[in-house]
C-alpha cells in the first residue's frame, strides 16, 4: 500500500527550539508539499517541491525552510519554534499535476504543540 | 492564496439522507479535486472531475462541474455515521517556477446524526 509517512504523530517543543519534521514518500512522486492546517483557516501551503533540491515557497514560508535531499524525502524545518506555530502540519505528495491531474497521498499529520 | 471556496461552512443532517456541499473557484481550471478529512488526520482523495466532464460518480459520491458559473457540488447519497467528516475542493495552481499543485479552499464540515 503506497503511502506518505510523517516521522511524529504528535510533538511538543519549547519556544526557541529547533524542529525537524520529516515526510516520506514510497510513490516515486515529483511534488512534495507541506500544509499546515488551522481551525477556521483551512490548509495553508507553507513550502513545496517539485524535484530534488528543488522548493518554492507557499503562502505562509515565513519561520520555516525546507530540504529536500532526496527525491523521497521532505523535511520541513522551524528554526526558532514561536507558540504561533502550534498547529497541524501535513505533508502531502503528488506526480506533477499537468494537464490530466492527479490525487495527492497526504500523511496522517503531526499535532505540534509549542510551549 | 485559496482559489476553492466550499459551502456551507457546516452541514448535520439525518442518516440516510443525502448531503450536498458546493465549491466556488474563480479562474479556469483543468480540473477540480474533493477530499475528505477525517477528525485530526490527513485528507484522502476521493474524487477528480476533468474540464471536458460535467458529472462524476464513485459509489456514493456524485460530483457535478459547471465551469461556466465556476462550481462544483459534491453530493453524498444515502449518508452513513462513517461519512461524518470535513470535505474539501481543491483546483490546480502553476507556480511560474516550473511546479505545480493544488489549492484547497477551507472545507464544509459534515455531521452525520444517527
Known amino acids: 500500500d503506497v503511502k506518505v509517512t510523517q516521522s511524529s504523530r504528535y510533538l511538543v517543543k519549547r519556544t526557541g527550539e529547533k524542529v525537524f519534521l520529516e515526510c516520506v514518500q514510497d510513490?516515486?512522486?515529483?511534488?512534495m508539499f507541506w500544509y499546515r492546517q488551522d481551525p477556521g483557516l483551512g490548509l495553508r501551503l507553507i513550502y513545496f517541491s517539485y524535484d530534488v533540491k528543488m522548493k518554492e515557497k507557499g503562502d505562509i514560508p515565513e519561520g520555516y525552510s525546507v530540504s529536500r535531499e532526496k527525491k523521497e524525502r521532505f523535511s520541513l524545518i522551524l528554526e526558532s519554534a514561536s507558540t504561533n506555530q502550534t498547529s497541524m502540519y501535513l505533508c502531502?505528495?503528488?506526480?506533477?499535476?499537468?494537464?490530466?491531474?492527479?490525487?495527492?497521498?497526504f500523511g496522517s499529520g503531526t499535532r505540534l504543540t509549542v510551549v | 492564496s485559496q482559489q476553492g471556496e466550499e459551502d456551507p461552512q457546516a452541514l448535520s443532517i439525518q442518516e440516510g439522507e443525502n448531503a450536498t456541499m458546493n465549491c466556488s473557484y474563480k479562474t479556469s481550471i483543468n480540473n477540480l479535486q474533493w477530499y475528505r478529512q477525517n477528525s485530526g488526520r490527513g485528507l484522502v482523495h476521493l474524487i477528480l472531475i476533468r474540464s471536458n466532464e460535467r458529472e462524476k460518480h464513485s459509489g456514493r459520491l456524485r460530483v457535478t462541474l459547471d465551469t461556466s458559473k465556476k462550481s462544483s457540488s459534491l453530493l453524498i447519497t444515502a449518508s452513513r455515521a462513517a461519512d461524518t467528516a470535513s470535505y474539501f475542493c481543491a483546483t490546480y495552481f502553476y507556480s511560474g517556477g516550473g511546479a505545480d499543485g493544488l489549492t484547497f479552499g477551507k472545507g464544509t464540515h459534515l455531521i452525520i446524526q444517527p
Open positions: 502531502a505528495s503528488s506526480l506533477r499535476q499537468g494537464a490530466l491531474g492527479y490525487g495527492y497521498t
Open positions: 510513490m516515486d512522486h515529483e511534488n
